[in-house]
C-alpha cells in the first residue's frame, strides 16, 4: 500500500490517464451493486472486460470500507474509474471525506476474524498497486487492475 499527501482533492487525474467515469453515491450498501454495474458497463466499453471479476471484487471492498467507517457530512462517497494507458487496466477510486480514518490491513494472525480480510483480497487482485491519497477535502483510496 502507498500513502501520499496531496494539497488537491482526492481523485484529481493523473496527466495521460486516459478516460475517466466518476458518479457520486449516497452513503448506503445498496450503492455498492450500482457501482458494480457502472464499473462493468465502463470496462466492457473500454474492451476491459476480462478484468471485470477482479475490478469489480476491488470496488466492492473500498466502497464497503467508505460505506462502513467514512464520516461524510453530505452522506455520500464519489468513485472514479480511469482507463490505464498500455497494456489495458483501470484505477477505480473510492472518494470519501473522512481524512481521520484510513483503511489497514489487519495482521494475519488474526485468522480467525470473519471481518477485515477485505483489503488482503485488494491487495492480491491489484498486485499490490493500491493506495491512498489524502487532500484538502478527504481521501481517495484506489487499486489499479491491469493485464
Known amino acids: 500500500m502507498h500513502e501520499t499527501t496531496s494539497p488537491a482533492s482526492p481523485g484529481t487525474a493523473p496527466p495521460g490517464a486516459g478516460d475517466t467515469v466518476a458518479h457520486r453515491w449516497a ?16 470496462l466492457g466499453r473500454w474492451d476491459l472486460a476480462d478484468l471485470a471479476d477482479d475490478s469489480a471484487l476491488v470496488l466492492s471492498e473500498l466502497l464497503t470500507n467508505a460505506i462502513e467507517h467514512a464520516d461524510n457530512p453530505d452522506r455520500t462517497v464519489g468513485t472514479c474509474f480511469r482507463r490505464l494507458p ?9 472518494l470519501d471525506a473522512d481524512s481521520g480514518r484510513l483503511p489497514r490491513v489487519p495482521d494475519p494472525a488474526g485468522g480467525e476474524d470473519v471481518r477485515g480480510r477485505g483489503l488482503r483480497l485488494v491487495e492480491l487482485c491489484t498486485a499490490q498497486r493500491w493506495g491512498i491519497v489524502l487532500g484538502a477535502t478527504g481521501k481517495s483510496v484506489w487499486g489499479e487492475v491491469a493485464r
Not at 452513503?27 to 465502463?42: F, K, N
Not at 498500455?86 to 473510492?94: D, F, S
Open 27 to 42: 452513503q448506503t450498501p445498496t450503492c455498492v451493486g450500482q457501482a458494480r454495474r457502472t464499473l462493468r458497463e465502463t
Open 86 to 94: 498500455g497494456k489495458g487496466g483501470v484505477r477505480i477510486e473510492v
